[in-house]
């Protein structure tokens, strides 16, 4: 779980990770959660923090 900035443009981060090929469900509450298990490796959480990096710096 983490928290968004106050102003993240949600439709925009979903798509993004949308187009990244990243599985997520929207915020709730202000809060998101990505979930990680075996199959996920440090590549592709690296990846998902670029892709919210580029939506949140604009």
Same mark, same amino acid.
């Given at each position: 779980m983490f928290a968004l900035l106050d102003g993240v443009?949600?439709? +925009? =981060?979903?798509?993004?990770?949308?187009?990244?090929?990243i599985r997520a469900n929207?915020?709730?509450?202000?809060?998101? +959660? =990505?979930?990680t298990?075996?199959?996920?490796?440090r590549e592709a959480i690296?990846?998902?923090v670029a892709v919210?990096?580029?939506v949140v710096d604009g």
């Open positions: 443009d949600m439709p +925009r =981060l979903m798509q993004a990770f949308e187009a990244a090929g929207g915020a709730y509450g202000g809060k998101m +959660r =990505l979930v298990h075996w199959q996920i490796d690296d990846r998902k919210i990096r580029s």
